[in-house]
């Protein structure tokens, strides 16, 4: 199976700060990659899909890139509601594999 | 609305057997595909299992090939995850969450339901 490794696993920021997660695969995945928002006791949503297309609904600030084995997750100004544990997941190929999570904390 | 919701989930002893189901509502149900992601206490999100919209593709994890099947009865609008063999290392809140019009997009998902291996 091809392995998801996400950095940092975990990230101390401010309301208003910019940061970025990386996901890097283990073998070319094209761009068949998401990336989802989790937060305690409510269900994970999606945000980006095919590395860069936003998913309907989800604030502008939110943006993917990358393609073959690196790719990013950017928020370009940080609010309150994004404090969460972010996901990327590929699609490329079955069995489908998450990364292992990167935890964003309030500084 | 689109709604995805689970059941099903409940206390079951090692070894045994339990079936989720993923009822769906507000959407053509049988144009889309339907995936189960999982996440056991204090861990992250596993990928588990995939359905195609008519049922003719199935895929899983490799932790739980050969113990789980998918299946749907899309006349019920519902898809089914029979989890067998169960083990204390498959305790987890399953979700159900069905595939966007790009089917890598997991773009609808349930609260939710909590499988709990125990003896």
């Known amino acids: 199976a091809i392995q998801m490794t996400q950095s940092p696993s975990s990230l101390s920021a401010s309301v208003g700060d910019r940061v970025t997660i990386t996901c890097r695969a283990s073998q070319f995945i094209r761009k068949d990659l998401g990336w989802y928002q989790h937060k305690p006791g409510k269900p994970p949503k999606l945000l980006i899909y095919?590395?860069?297309s936003l998913q309907s609904g989800v604030p502008s600030r939110f943006s993917g890139g990358g393609s073959g084995t690196n790719f990013t997750l950017t928020i370009s100004s940080l609010q309150p509601e994004d404090f969460a544990t972010y996901y990327c997941?590929?699609?490329?190929?079955?069995?489908?594999?998450f990364g292992q999570g990167t935890k964003l904390e309030i500084k | 609305q689109v709604q995805v919701v689970e059941s099903g989930g409940g206390v079951v002893q090692p070894g045994r057997s339990l079936r989720l189901s993923c009822a769906a509502s507000?959407?053509?149900?049988?144009?889309?595909?339907i995936h189960w992601v999982r996440q056991a206490p204090g861990k992250g999100l596993e990928w588990v299992s995939f359905i195609s919209d008519d049922g003719s593709n199935k895929y899983y994890a490799d932790s739980v090939k050969g113990r789980f099947t998918v299946s749907r009865d899309n006349s019920k609008n519902t898809v089914y995850l029979q989890m067998n063999s169960l083990s204390v290392e498959d305790t987890a809140v399953f979700y159900c969450?069905?595939?966007?019009?790009?089917?890598?997009?997991?773009?609808?998902w349930g609260q939710g339901t909590l499988v709990t291996v125990s003896s």
């Open positions: 095919a590395a860069s």
């Open positions: 997941l590929q699609d490329h190929i079955y069995p489908n594999t």
């Open positions: 969450a069905k595939a966007g019009s790009y089917m890598g997009a997991l773009d609808y």
């Open positions: 507000g959407f053509t149900f049988n144009n889309y595909a």
